[in-house]
């Protein structure tokens, strides 16, 4: 079975049948296991990666099975691919003798993102605001001006935009209190000024006339 820690010694001699040599020791040191890492399990949304961090003395190896035959990364901190199921990984120390602790596994929790809201384009005269309207699952409806999403400019299922004098484009998400939607692009499109332009006057009328044209 498997020894604890401890220095032990051992004696050996050989007889030939006629001498018997001298008796050598030899000395064998045996190392504790280091004890196995405890950190915290990380929920994330679909889509996403994971940053876990490890808090300890030894080499941190991070295994995708339970086995610890495929190990993908030495390190305290360890970074997941992009996720959309839950995913669960081993975590292990070794120590400077080589020596390594039984694993830990650690589940990642992959929650599903929620629909990306349905909302209409919309038209409007130059210098004109324009009200928007998103629909879709049970949550919060967050407007932005950015594709990015770094510039949040409304919340709510309706959103009424300043005047406008060029096309624009705005960004919805549905917040469903763990994980934000795909963003839906909602494009205003801004009608120019109607212009005029009178080629010419013929057949002017005069004062109290009540005929002529006008091309």
Do not use: H, M, R
Not at 15 to 43: D, H, Y
Not at 61 to 77: E, I, P, R, T
Not at 153 to 168: D, E, H, I, K
């Amino acid at each position: 079975g498997a020894l604890p820690a401890d220095t032990l010694t051992f004696f050996a001699q050989v007889n030939n049948g006629t001498c018997v040599s001298l008796v050598v020791a030899n000395t064998i040191e045996i190392e504790a296991l280091p004890v196995a890492p405890t950190l915290t399990a990380p929920t994330i949304c679909a889509g996403e990666q994971a940053t876990i961090i490890v808090t300890s003395p030894f080499n941190v190896n991070w295994y995708a099975d339970a086995a610890l035959s495929n190990l993908l990364f030495v390190g305290s901190s360890f970074t997941t691919p992009v996720l959309t199921t839950n995913t669960t990984y081993y975590v292990s120390n070794t120590n400077a003798g080589g020596c390594e602790s039984p694993s830990t596994s650690v589940l990642v929790t992959v929650n599903p993102k929620p629909a990306s809201p349905t909302a209409a384009n919309v038209v409007v005269c130059k210098n004109q605001s324009a009200t928007l309207t998103a629909s879709g699952g049970a949550g919060t409806f967050l407007w932005y001006s950015d594709a990015a999403l770094a510039n949040q400019v409304g919340t709510g299922a309706s959103f009424t935009t300043p005047n406008l004098n060029a096309n624009t484009s705005y960004y919805v998400v549905l917040d469903n209190g763990l994980c934000l939607s795909n963003a839906t692009q909602v494009n205003v499109t801004v009608n120019l000024d109607i212009v005029i332009v009178i080629d010419s006057i013929t057949d002017v009328l005069c004062n109290g006339s009540n005929t002529g044209a006008i091309y």
